[in-house]
């Protein structure tokens, strides 16, 4: 750990092969992000779910395009999520796998890269948040429902 209590790269990878998550796939730890975002509103529903999978082609191009050469495929990351789909994790796993996200994902020094992997993120996350509603109608201010919301500031903090 750093003295400002921050997770360093090295202890998030560790920690993420201690939850069975190593090697090549530390890189599609971020679509944890995705998944929370998925259940905030307690339910996976279709459409939430077909976001992610459009979003996986995309991801995995950007993952190899950092790497420049291919480490993962579309398989790989439909392996790595149908288990948070079919079940959704605990609370704690997700808050404790979001932690791991930015330290693993951010570390490059690129900022430019950064900003660009937390903008498309957040774009998804909204998708998701947006695309169902589990009740009709819905008031005005209720397109998220709250727990939503929440979910969504909890991300872009774990991004920041």
Same mark, same amino acid.
């Given at each position: 750990?750093?003295?400002?209590?921050?997770?360093?790269?090295?202890?998030?990878?560790?920690?993420?092969?201690?939850?069975?998550?190593?090697?090549?796939?530390?890189?599609?730890?971020?679509?944890?992000?995705?998944?929370?975002?998925?259940?905030?509103?307690?339910?996976?529903?279709?459409?939430?779910?077909?976001?992610?999978?459009?979003? @996986?082609?995309?991801?995995?191009?950007?993952?190899?395009?950092?790497?420049?050469?291919?480490? @993962?495929?579309?398989?790989?990351?439909?392996?790595?999520?149908?288990?948070?789909?079919?079940?959704?994790?605990?609370?704690?796993?997700?808050?404790?796998?979001?932690?791991?996200?930015?330290?693993?994902?951010?570390?490059?020094?690129?900022?430019?890269?950064?900003?660009? @992997?937390?903008?498309?993120?957040?774009?998804?996350?909204?998708?998701?948040?947006?695309?169902?509603?589990?009740?009709?109608?819905?008031?005005?201010?209720?397109?998220?429902?709250?727990?939503?919301?929440?979910?969504?500031?909890?991300?872009?903090?774990?991004?920041?």
């Amino acid at each position: 750990m750093t003295s400002d209590n921050a997770v360093s790269y090295t202890d998030a990878v560790n920690k993420l092969k201690q939850l069975g998550i190593k090697d090549e796939k530390i890189y599609l730890i971020d679509l944890i992000l995705l998944i929370e975002m998925i259940w905030a509103d307690g339910q996976a529903q279709k459409s939430e779910v077909e976001i992610l999978e459009n979003y @996986l082609e995309q991801h995995i191009a950007n993952v190899n395009k950092r790497a420049g050469c291919k480490v @993962l495929s579309l398989q790989d990351a439909r392996k790595f999520v149908q288990p948070y789909i079919e079940k959704c994790p605990s609370d704690k796993t997700l808050k404790n796998l979001r932690e791991l996200v930015a330290p693993v994902r951010l570390m490059v020094k690129n900022n430019k890269e950064n900003k660009k @992997l937390k903008e498309e993120l957040l774009c998804v996350c909204m998708d998701i948040a947006s695309i169902a509603t589990t009740e009709y109608p819905y008031p005005s201010n209720g397109r998220f429902d709250e727990n939503e919301k929440e979910c969504f500031f909890n991300i872009q903090r774990a991004l920041s």
